[in-house]
């Protein structure tokens, strides 16, 4: 699972347009309980120069991130990135087009506040909770009309829109993780506070005021460079929204794939690049149920030796093999809790073992150590790397072998996947002996859509982060999915795909995978 979700917390829109009148403007107003967030700049509406804006305050709970952090749900600093995702919400004004949002980290505390009214602007704050165009709350007014932000590297970003329609996807990590860290003296000078973001028009696209003093005039901002024409109006659903996916949420995404070569080892050869000669190869220590770390070893360093058969090939015999680097030792590293990873290459000789012992222990990376404890003791079946003299072009038979009807919403499980070759052929003795082994799928990802409307909830990772990449180990492809990304009450499905090297793209599987989400109060 390399995918969580961390919905909004608090969010308004702050405005400082005219209203009905076009005499009195609503820098009072709060939409804080609307379900809808939106962003505008007017030009020349009330004056051939008057401006009117609209901003959007939004807060997340950035404790949460940290505490799945410390749990180890989520992965360590570089090794994650975070999102902010706002979906545009349709409706019947002007769309604004070929602009740019600024999305900056906000530099004071603020307030929420219980207005609904985005049309007239009569939910008035008048000393009551909530943000608005002069004030971050009840007791406090901003620095500046409009919200006081922090615009030095790290802590302000940008999304162009063509269309006007499109959603809203940045990458923010730098700015989440100075609030997981809670200190950015060396960037900001102060400790960094969540205090959430603002988003608004960029100032070229923010109506253009250009005062004579060179500061904001009452609540109107000085903004000479602006733009003098209009972009009204983008709006975004809000974190009070009755549409499960619209919500505006910070996603957490990363690589979350085990990669584990046991059951798809190869012999180094000459027909691979040096790297592909390498297998990655896995320990799951489980005691009682429960991965845990070997005593001794904690978060450091462990040793594996690979070793011939004996006669009957079911437990190692002889001196240790020679390994790619000419040691006879390999040093493996710490995972995470409960597992260490190994990355092992071996010539084949003129005639090459059909199967090999892996054996994790302590001792020195290169010869014999004076204590040695064996920890572990497993198998694998190598396979010599062989030219072919046409492209292979597979077609597969796949089953997610322990799907259930039913799962609930707050639950992570995990997907097995069995594959093989739709031309597999055996022979009746084959059949009547053995069961057909899984074919590992070494670049493989999967996505979930709603099956009412097809609505796509999960989304293929192909990119840089690979969030919804397959794992793999000796029994085939696996992945673990978190149904608290889906809405309860609803049925859905998932569909896989493969890369295929040929082509150079993925190719989706035909197979759909139906399962449902309920939510149970009891």
Do not use: C
């Not at 939106?38 to 804006?53: D, F, I, M, N, P």
């Not at 109506?207 to 609540?219: D, E, H, I, P, R």
């Not at 097809?454 to 999915?481: E, I, M, P, R």
């Not at 793209?505 to 149970?520: A, D, G, H, T």
């Amino acid at each position: 699972m390399g995918i969580r979700q961390y919905s909004a917390s608090t969010d308004t829109t702050i405005v400082n347009a005219y209203e009905p009148n076009l005499r009195t403007r609503a820098t009072g107003a709060n939409g804080g309980l609307a379900d809808v967030l939106e962003v505008y700049s007017v030009y020349g509406r009330q004056t051939t120069s008057s401006q009117e804006l609209s901003r959007v305050l939004i807060q997340f709970p950035i404790s949460k991130i940290s505490s799945d952090r410390t749990a180890g749900a989520i992965p360590v600093s570089s090794s994650v990135n975070f999102y902010l995702r706002m979906f545009n919400a349709q409706h019947s004004k002007t769309v604004p087009a070929d602009y740019k949002l600024v999305i900056a980290a906000i530099s004071q505390s603020w307030q929420e506040g219980v207005g609904l009214d985005l049309e007239t602007y009569k939910d008035e704050t008048k000393g009551n909770s909530g943000a608005n165009w002069m004030s971050a709350s009840n007791t406090a007014a901003w620095t500046n009309v409009g919200g006081d932000y922090i615009s030095s590297s790290g802590h302000i970003f940008s999304q162009s829109f063509s269309t006007g329609l499109e959603d809203l996807k940045v990458n923010i990590t730098d700015l989440v993780e100075r609030w997981i860290a809670e200190t950015d003296v060396a960037a900001y000078g102060v400790t960094q506070v969540n205090y959430g973001v603002g988003i608004y028009l960029s100032s070229s696209y923010e109506a253009q005021f250009s005062s004579s003093t060179g500061l904001n005039s009452g609540s109107v901002i000085h903004n000479p460079d602006g733009a003098t024409k209009s972009y009204y109006t983008k709006r975004f659903f809000g974190r009070g929204s009755q549409y499960f996916f619209k919500r505006p949420v910070i996603e957490a995404r990363w690589n979350s794939t085990t990669k584990d070569d046991r059951g798809n080892f190869y012999y180094s050869s000459s027909l691979a690049p040096g790297p592909d000669n390498l297998n990655i190869i896995y320990l799951y220590n489980y005691v009682r149920g429960e991965l845990k770390n070997i005593p001794g070893t904690g978060t450091g360093e462990i040793r594996v030796s690979l070793y011939s058969g004996s006669l009957d090939n079911s437990s190692p015999s002889g001196s240790k093999l020679a390994l790619y680097d000419g040691n006879v030792n390999i040093t493996g590293g710490y995972v995470s809790t409960g597992i260490y990873s190994a990355s092992i290459a071996i010539t084949a000789a003129a005639t090459p073992l059909t199967k090999l012992f892996d054996v994790w222990h302590t001792g020195s990376p290169g010869g014999v150590a004076t204590k040695n404890i064996e920890y572990f003791t497993g198998s694998i079946t190598p396979t010599v790397l062989k030219a072919a003299q046409s492209v292979s072009k597979p077609t597969y038979y796949l089953n997610i072998t322990n799907l259930r009807d039913k799962y609930r919403a707050d639950e992570t499980a995990r997907f097995n996947i069995y594959i093989r070759d739709k031309n597999w052929n055996p022979t009746v003795y084959t059949v009547a002996n053995t069961n057909p082994e899984s074919t590992t799928i070494m670049s493989a990802s999967y996505r979930v859509f709603r099956l009412l409307d097809g609505y796509g909830a999960v989304s293929y990772g192909t990119g840089s982060d690979l969030h919804t990449q397959l794992s793999y180990d000796v029994s085939g492809n696996y992945f673990d999915f978190d149904m608290k990304l889906l809405e309860p009450g609803y049925a859905y499905a998932f569909k896989l795909a493969f890369y295929d090297s040929a082509l150079v793209s993925w190719v989706e599987q035909p197979e759909v995978f139906k399962f449902r989400v309920e939510s149970y109060e009891y």
